[in-house]
């Protein structure tokens, strides 16, 4: 299987306004607007740079979420990277095939109407990767929240 490259990384924050307005006053990134997820128990933000890479800030939404017990656990921090795939599905087969276990059945809706999955640190060097299928980027909103 072949990735298409790394599309963000995603850092858990325990307050998402005050680390986005952060975020945005020193590196200039534009902001998406923020998402709930509720699937995933998590609230997001994606920060765009110029060249196209981007930074995703997590924070949970409700107790008990991923994102809720990686700050209780570790604090804030890098808590995944997303690699980009062509064709999730054939992804999700192949990496299952090859002993990869993944943390939930098959892929699921993420933000931005991505389908996404989420690789078991168990199986890739104690990290947390998602892999995602997305649709093509749409025009940032310019308005953060
Ligand atoms: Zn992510």
Known sequence: MKIKGIHHIGIAVADLEESLARWVALFGAV????EEIPEGGVRVVHLRFSEGSMIE???PLGKGSPVAQFLEKR???????T????????A????TEAG???????????AGGARVAFIHP?????????IRQGRKPQ?????PS
Do not use: M, T, W, Y
């Open 57 to 59: 800030l997590l924070s």
């Open 92 to 95: 999700f087969r192949e990496l």
């Open 100 to 110: 990869v276990q993944f943390i939930s059945e098959k892929p699921q809706l993420g």
């Open 31 to 34: 902001p998406s607007s923020i």
């Open 75 to 81: 604090g804030e921090g890098v808590q995944h990277f």
């Open 139 to 143: 025009p940032p909103d310019l308005q």
């Open 83 to 90: 690699l980009e795939v062509d064709d999730i599905e054939a």
């Open 122 to 130: 168990k199986s890739l060097n104690g990290v947390l990767v998602e």
